[in-house]
């Protein structure tokens, strides 16, 4: 399996490195060079796996020589015992929605089910290679805590994790900053989320910086993430033994985890529609339903995870939309940079075969959070409810809602819905009275770069 980048389809670049750079140096994102369907005959050998053995066939499709099919195998089992459950996710039915719990792993998010896994690969790579590699990686939230559980205490990477400062809940921020490892770093960026993802992308492109410390991304828009982040369709799709399509509600923040969807599809498995759910920073609705896709000032929002304005892996769509062309990608890219694009309707048109979009605003998520407490008992997180209101709201029949976290992840919000406290599950309440360590700086790409200079392995 060859690569290329959304902005040089010249290109021919092998998993291994596409897996450790996460970013083309042309600033474009990788892509396979081709997504084979499955055969009908592999589609039903895939239908009874347990989640370790699909995760396994279903990545191998994507890794090439990385490594062997008995070692991935034994990578997958180990990033998976780390989970509450022993298929990794569950399925619920919640009214007559179903719901794909996607948070039983160490942080509570569905970013564990990729990063876990990334962690072992780094592990698997840097125990056949003599390097070390600092990671580097934004975040509005959850990956920050999901890769730092990762890689926590692994030899020869350390990795350093900018979030906007006080503009996370505080468990989010503690389940990152009380991890005692001397390989982790957590850093506040006076600024939003996207301040943190560009002074990222600005370290990326800056090839000197980033060659002189072996930097590597772990961001949803490494291909890695989106791969494993696919299993979990497939893995919905068998257990509710579906006999026609179903559809895919994404609380979507950086189009990464709605983008596996799409992966999932283009290897044939049948969804219908994949609903792109946003809250108030809703370029992606606005994108998505009218061709709009201009960046407005980010909101802060009680789910914090998914206040994005710039999606990523949009970029990733666009270069299908507009036929693999990496020269229309860049020129779009650039438009998009001084707001000066719209997608043409052939173009909306074509997204709209796939995706949907809806957006909530705040009242709205409470009141979802609300009446599906009242009426089944559970207590769904806020980016959840945003999944959830969404289909509502479009009236969507044959829907599967990604739960992307734990409500006690949230606290605040939840009480603000239903006046309940949603308390930690029993092993990580301990963080709340462990001691903090972070540092905060300014929004400055200087300063940023020498302080990680010089923490680097
Ligand atoms: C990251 C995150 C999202 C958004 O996922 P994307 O892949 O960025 O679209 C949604 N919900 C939660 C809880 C998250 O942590």
């Given at each position: 399996?060859?690569?290329?980048?959304?902005?040089?389809?010249?290109?021919?670049?092998?998993?291994?490195?596409?897996?450790?750079?996460?970013?083309?140096?042309?600033?474009?994102?990788?892509?396979?060079k081709?997504?084979?369907?499955?055969?009908?005959k592999?589609?039903?050998?895939?239908?009874?796996?347990?989640?370790?053995?699909l995760?396994?066939?279903?990545?191998?499709?994507?890794?090439?020589?990385?490594?062997?099919n008995?070692k991935?195998?034994?990578?997958?089992?180990?990033?998976?015992?780390?989970?509450?459950?022993?298929?990794?996710?569950?399925?619920?039915?919640?009214?007559?929605?179903?719901?794909l719990?996607?948070?039983?792993g160490?942080?509570?998010?569905?970013?564990?089910?990729?990063?876990?896994?990334i962690?072992?690969?780094?592990?698997?790579?840097?125990?056949?290679?003599?390097?070390?590699?600092?990671?580097?990686?934004?975040?509005?939230?959850?990956?920050?805590?999901?890769?730092?559980?990762?890689?926590?205490?692994?030899?020869?990477?350390?990795?350093?994790?900018?979030?906007?400062?006080?503009?996370?809940?505080?468990?989010?921020?503690?389940?990152?900053?009380?991890?005692?490892?001397?390989?982790?770093?957590?850093?506040a960026?006076?600024?939003n989320?996207?301040?943190?993802?560009?002074?990222?992308?600005?370290?990326?492109?800056?090839i000197?910086?980033?060659?002189?410390?072996?930097?590597?991304?772990?961001?949803?828009?490494?291909?890695?993430?989106?791969?494993?982040?696919?299993?979990?369709?497939?893995?919905c799709?068998?257990?509710?033994?579906?006999?026609?399509?179903?559809?895919?509600?994404?609380?979507?923040?950086?189009?990464?985890?709605?983008?596996a969807?799409?992966?999932?599809?283009?290897?044939?498995?049948?969804?219908d529609?994949?609903?792109?759910?946003?809250?108030?920073n809703?370029?992606?609705?606005?994108?998505?339903?009218?061709?709009?896709?201009?960046?407005?000032?980010?909101?802060?929002?009680?789910?914090?995870?998914?206040?994005?304005?710039?999606?990523?892996?949009?970029?990733?769509?666009?270069?299908?939309?507009?036929?693999?062309?990496?020269?229309?990608?860049?020129?779009?890219?650039?438009?998009?940079?001084?707001?000066k694009?719209?997608?043409?309707?052939?173009?909306?048109?074509?997204?709209?075969?796939?995706?949907?979009?809806?957006?909530?605003?705040?009242?709205?998520?409470?009141?979802t959070?609300?009446?599906?407490?009242?009426?089944?008992?559970?207590?769904?997180?806020?980016?959840?409810?945003?999944?959830?209101?969404?289909v509502?709201?479009?009236?969507?029949?044959?829907?599967?809602?990604?739960?992307?976290?734990?409500?006690?992840?949230?606290?605040?919000?939840?009480?603000?819905?239903?006046?309940?406290?949603e308390?930690?599950?029993?092993?990580?309440?301990?963080?709340?009275?462990?001691?903090?360590?972070?540092?905060?700086?300014?929004?400055?790409?200087?300063?940023?770069?020498?302080?990680?200079?010089?923490?680097?392995?």
């Amino acid at each position: 399996m060859e690569y290329l980048s959304t902005r040089n389809d010249k290109i021919s670049e092998k998993f291994e490195h596409i897996f450790i750079k996460g970013l083309s140096d042309d600033g474009g994102l990788f892509l396979p060079k081709q997504i084979k369907k499955l055969s009908d005959k592999e589609f039903l050998n895939l239908r009874n796996l347990s989640y370790v053995d699909l995760a396994t066939e279903i990545i191998s499709r994507f890794t090439g020589d990385f490594c062997t099919n008995e070692k991935l195998h034994q990578i997958v089992k180990k990033s998976y015992s780390t989970f509450n459950e022993h298929n990794v996710v569950k399925v619920k039915k919640v009214e007559d929605l179903h719901v794909l719990e996607l948070f039983h792993g160490p942080t509570l998010a569905f970013k564990d089910v990729a990063m876990q896994l990334i962690g072992n690969f780094y592990e698997y790579y840097l125990s056949k290679n003599t390097k070390k590699i600092n990671i580097i990686v934004a975040t509005s939230g959850d990956t920050g805590a999901a890769a730092i559980d990762a890689v926590k205490g692994k030899k020869n990477i350390n990795i350093f994790v900018l979030h906007p400062n006080n503009r996370i809940s505080p468990v989010q921020r503690m389940l990152m900053t009380t991890n005692p490892s001397k390989n982790v770093f957590n850093i506040a960026v006076e600024g939003n989320f996207d301040d943190c993802q560009k002074l990222v992308k600005e370290m990326f492109s800056d090839i000197e910086f980033s060659k002189s410390i072996n930097m590597s991304g772990v961001n949803s828009i490494n291909w890695a993430r989106i791969v494993a982040q696919t299993v979990y369709y497939f893995f919905c799709y068998f257990k509710l033994d579906a006999q026609e399509k179903i559809s895919f509600s994404v609380p979507t923040g950086n189009f990464g985890d709605v983008y596996a969807g799409y992966l999932a599809k283009k290897m044939g498995l049948p969804i219908d529609k994949l609903l792109v759910a946003t809250n108030e920073n809703d370029i992606l609705h606005r994108a998505i339903s009218k061709g709009d896709y201009k960046a407005n000032k980010v909101q802060e929002t009680i789910s914090p995870s998914m206040d994005i304005q710039v999606a990523s892996n949009f970029e990733r769509l666009l270069f299908d939309i507009y036929n693999e062309d990496s020269n229309k990608v860049v020129e779009i890219m650039n438009n998009i940079k001084s707001n000066k694009f719209n997608l043409d309707q052939s173009s909306l048109k074509k997204i709209q075969n796939d995706f949907i979009s809806e957006s909530l605003n705040e009242k709205e998520i409470l009141d979802t959070i609300k009446s599906i407490y009242k009426n089944s008992g559970i207590i769904i997180d806020p980016h959840t409810a945003i999944g959830a209101g969404a289909v509502k709201k479009h009236n969507g029949k044959n829907y599967v809602v990604l739960a992307t976290a734990h409500p006690s992840k949230f606290p605040d919000a939840i009480f603000k819905a239903i006046g309940k406290k949603e308390e930690l599950p029993s092993h990580l309440k301990s963080i709340l009275n462990q001691k903090e360590q972070y540092v905060v700086f300014k929004n400055n790409i200087q300063s940023l770069k020498s302080y990680i200079k010089k923490n680097s392995v």
